[in-house]
């Protein structure tokens, strides 16, 4: 059963940016049609992604609602709001400089052990903690240094100095698996973070609880926005209603968590320029999306490149050679 929420919109699949009058591939017999002219250009490597659910849906309501979520999950059946294929694809770093950094953000979804019923879609995009161990101890050994948004913030609005070979980590949607397999491995290596949280999901069952967010905050780990209630944005017919995905996910994380708010994920990576304005209007400092060039900008602060992170660890140093 696809995903649905108060706008009657199929949730069928992660749309990614791409030229005009090019159709995206979808898990769902009956795609969404996506306005091309909402959407900012990309190239033709954009990646297929897959919604997945197994014996339940989710439902994401905008207005004064939550996720709802199986009411018990095992094995295959947890249902990731997100799931994302990915090819190996490379980028040729550049010098740092004024306007232009070589800084690749990666995207973790699912870090869990691995079940024999886990679907293709899942077995795309999920990490066994062992792996995602892996990878964080190779990044320390082949000269990577972990940085955050904030340092990337400031590096092009404050001039202040990164360390060789950046990169950023992030998680999206909250799941509590993040926190049970990858929280204590990132407080391991001494490795910060940013988990991007949809406002609907706090303390509902699979979810992070308030309690955790607050833990892992003292921890050292950063908390970004990812809406309220993760919903293709563009697909957002009210102006108000967009503006509560935006702005009110940042006052209710603010509140709840008694820090500022300074990073928005865009759902599904997909936006435009209006949720652009709308996100600078509502105080964050920056806002990932999901195209990868490994390549970032002063100018498009907003619209930061990311890339789902590679799920071998094999595929994992071809994707991030040792320097």
Not at 34 to 62: G, K, M
Not at 215 to 236: F, K, N, W
Request: glycine fraction near 4%; include cysteine; aromatic fraction near 12%.
């Amino acid at each position: 059963m696809p995903f649905k929420n108060n706008f009657t919109k199929t949730f069928s699949s992660k749309p990614r940016k791409h030229h005009k009058k090019r159709q995206h591939k979808k898990a769902s017999p009956q795609p969404i049609q996506q306005n091309s002219q909402e959407l900012r250009p990309r190239t033709a490597s954009a990646l297929a992604t897959f919604c997945i659910i197994n014996a339940a849906c989710i439902s994401f309501v905008t207005q004064n609602a939550f996720y709802k979520y199986p009411t018990t999950l095992s094995n295959n059946q947890a249902a990731y709001a997100e799931i994302s294929t990915t090819s190996i694809q490379t980028s040729t770093p550049v010098n740092q400089s004024a306007s232009k950094l070589d800084l690749p953000i990666l995207v973790y979804h699912i870090v869990r052990p691995s079940y024999p019923d886990d679907s293709a879609e899942v077995r795309a995009i999920a990490l066994t903690p062992d792996t995602f161990d892996a990878q964080m101890a190779y990044l320390r050994e082949s000269g990577y240094r972990i940085v955050t948004f904030t340092d990337l913030e400031n590096y092009f609005r404050d001039k202040k100095p990164l360390p060789r070979n950046p990169i950023i980590l992030s998680f999206d949607d909250g799941w509590k698996d993040q926190y049970k397999y990858a929280f204590p491995i990132l407080k391991k290596h001494g490795y910060p973070a940013t988990f991007f949280i949809f406002t609907n999901s706090i303390d509902h069952k699979s979810f992070f609880s308030l309690d955790q967010l607050k833990e892992m905050l003292a921890a050292g780990m950063s908390i970004g926005s990812h809406s309220r209630s993760h919903p293709y944005l563009t697909q957002v017919s009210s102006e108000d209603a967009l503006w509560r995905e935006i702005n009110e996910s940042k006052k209710i994380l603010e509140e709840k968590l008694g820090v500022p708010i300074h990073e928005f994920a865009y759902p599904f990576g997909v936006y435009n320029d209006k949720i652009v304005a709308m996100t600078k209007k509502a105080g964050y400092r920056s806002a990932r999306g999901d195209y990868f060039t490994g390549v970032q900008s002063a100018d498009r602060l907003y619209e930061l490149s990311a890339l789902n992170a590679p799920t071998t660890l094999e595929l994992f140093k071809k994707k991030f050679p040792a320097h």
